[in-house]
């Protein structure tokens, strides 16, 4: 049974502080790594992907994989409100995407 | 594009009734998924899609559910008869190959069985 694990929050952070979300996996042979975003109420939305190890960087957010430890996180800089969701991680392994149960982030002005 | 269309939005219906659920991918799209997402047990994949043909249907919680994809354009899954444990939202979701690749949402449809 593929898993993947997140703290399911919450996790509040101050705005302007930079805010980290954590994920592992248990499928050694996962290839692709996702960050999703998902407001109440709406449907989870791409933020990150990730296939390698090291960081991607693209504006505020960072992602970071280890696949040695099976591990990924995502970084928030300058965490605003609107940043205030559920962050879903997914992993896939020739497979299609297994979520985690996700991450409330709830970012306090 | 319009992104994946899934109709209704909202559906209330009565134990025992039957319901369909919709979802249109995004063109161009070979593979579309269902999800069904609750806070107990999160995103879960229901069956999977590839080019048209149903290639995983183990998610598939019960004989009562069923998935049909009839042309590149059009997903159902119904549930006969509903009962009130499969209130939940269910999201269909579609990616341009079955594997490995970003899948996008629709906004989903929940579903209420009273």
């Known amino acids: 049974q593929k898993e993947v694990e997140q703290n399911s929050g919450p996790l509040s952070v101050p705005e302007g502080a930079i805010a980290s979300l954590n994920c592992t996996y248990s499928d050694r042979v996962s290839q692709s790594f996702f960050w999703y975003r998902q407001y109440s109420g709406k449907s989870p939305e791409l933020i990150m992907s990730?296939?390698?190890?090291g960081d991607k960087e693209d504006g505020r957010f960072t992602a970071q994989l280890n696949k040695a430890s099976q591990y990924v996180s995502l970084l928030i800089r300058d965490s605003q409100p609107s940043d205030s969701a559920t962050y879903l991680c997914?992993?896939?392994?020739?497979?299609?995407?297994?979520f985690g149960k996700g991450t409330r982030l709830s970012v306090i002005a | 594009d319009a992104g994946v269309i899934q109709s209704p939005r909202h559906e209330v219906t009565e134990m025992g009734q039957e319901v369909t659920l919709r979802c249109k991918p995004i063109?161009?799209?070979?593979?579309l998924f269902w999800y069904r997402q609750t806070m107990m047990r999160g995103l879960e994949l229901l069956i999977y899609f590839n080019n048209n043909v149903p290639i995983d249907d183990s998610g598939m919680p019960e004989d009562r559910f069923s998935a049909k994809m009839p042309n590149a354009s059009f997903s159902t899954l119904k549930i006969q008869p509903s009962e009130p444990r499969d209130s939940a939202v269910y999201f269909c979701?579609?990616?341009?190959?079955?594997?490995?690749?970003?899948?996008?949402f629709g906004q989903g449809t929940r579903l209420t069985v009273v």
């Open positions: 997914a992993v896939a392994a020739n497979t299609p995407l297994v």
């Open positions: 979701a579609s990616s341009l190959s079955i594997l490995d690749t970003e899948a996008f």
């Open positions: 990730i296939y390698s190890n």
């Open positions: 063109s161009g799209h070979n593979s």
